[in-house]
């Protein structure tokens, strides 16, 4: 096959074309339209709760700052732990022979595309991870968005079965909130059960009734979501001690302040973060801080303000940190890597 330009990205006719900047997208106006009402709810949420600003402040400054330190490089290890696996479901769908890059290189793309999901809409950030593998790589855009679909699924049902584990405790707690929450990962799981076995029952007559270009991609789409879930055991683990870490980041930040919550909270309010982030904002802004903050308040004896500098503290983590380091590792990627040459039949595919 003769190879294609750099810049791999095609319109129908096959003529390269420069592939639309991250930084147009994130500064659209949709984008923009949405922090501007995200930060607009927050300030509602405070202004309705009476959360004392100031006493929050002084719950932030007076926190333990080695817990803090502790808890920022704990969930940065959560990239290690989502790269290996990722690598791990792009080995499983890779054909013989071919050379998946190591755990640093798929860790730093998951980073990537958290900090796009953290400053862009609808969950950007999958893909362009998925291009960005595609364009440095060579690989199937297609079949990496399957790769990445396949970690999405294995993530809401270690998700549920973590909040089923972590409900009997809370039962005393407020019991109807925490059923609503595990409802809503369970009708994921089974939303997404039903999407994957339609997908595998229905293959055939999609790709029979689909134009030859489409059928294609999809082809390679499906393989890279159901050819992923080989290697189970592995993956599983490498997903639960990604999990781990980012219940052990918000255990820490519950120590650095000194509150009395139970474990079993912690465990909840993490799993709840990750669903609440679904919503399409960039990074959940606003229904994370909110809906954290609320469950923290309703589960456990934290006052208004007490919750809000534990979210406060949580979010600089998790959201704020992600943003600065993501951006530079942004800023450097466009300034040092250059894109793979790629074969000419798996492009844009």
Not at 107 to 125: E, I, K, Q
Request: charged share 15%; with cysteine; hydrophobic share 55%.
């Amino acid at each position: 096959m003769a190879p294609v330009p750099d810049q791999n990205n095609f319109h129908q006719d096959g003529a390269p074309s420069t592939p639309p900047s991250i930084l147009r997208r994130v500064l659209s106006l949709p984008a923009i339209t949405s922090m501007a009402l995200a930060a607009l709810f927050l300030v509602f949420i405070v202004t309705r709760f009476d959360v004392d600003m100031g006493a929050t402040w002084d719950w932030v400054t007076g926190s333990n700052p080695w817990y803090l330190v502790l808890a920022f490089l704990v969930h940065y290890t959560t990239f290690v732990f989502r790269g290996a696996r990722w690598r791990l479901l792009l080995q499983n769908t890779s054909a013989p022979g071919t050379e998946v890059p190591g755990v640093f290189y798929c860790s730093r793309l998951v980073l990537l595309g958290w900090f796009a999901n953290s400053v862009g809409l609808l969950r950007l950030g999958d893909a362009y991870r998925a291009y960005l593998y595609r364009d440095e790589q060579g690989g199937s855009f297609s079949r990496t968005i399957g790769t990445i679909l396949a970690e999405r699924a294995m993530d809401t049902v270690l998700v549920a079965l973590l909040m089923l584990a972590a409900v009997p405790f809370l039962l005393d707690r407020g019991n109807s909130v925490t059923w609503v929450m595990l409802g809503l990962a369970i009708s994921l799981v089974v939303g997404l059960a039903v999407m994957l076995v339609a997908m595998t029952w229905a293959r055939g007559l999609l790709v029979r009734r689909m134009p030859p270009w489409l059928a294609v991609r999809y082809d390679r789409f499906h393989q890279g979501t159901v050819g992923s879930f080989q290697r189970l055991p592995m993956a599983t683990v490498l997903g639960l001690l990604g999990w781990a870490a980012e219940i052990a980041r918000l255990y820490l930040v519950v120590q650095a302040l000194g509150f009395d919550i139970n474990f079993a909270l912690v465990v909840f309010l993490s799993l709840a973060n990750s669903l609440l982030s679904l919503v399409p904002t960039p990074g959940g802004v606003g229904a994370v801080e909110s809906g954290v903050g609320g469950l923290a308040v309703r589960l456990s004896r934290l006052s208004a303000t007490a919750a809000a500098a534990l979210v406060l503290i949580d979010r600089a983590i998790t959201y704020l940190s992600v943003i600065v380091i993501g951006a530079a590792l942004f800023v450097a990627c466009q300034a040092l890597w250059r894109p793979r040459t790629a074969d000419a039949s798996a492009v844009g595919e």
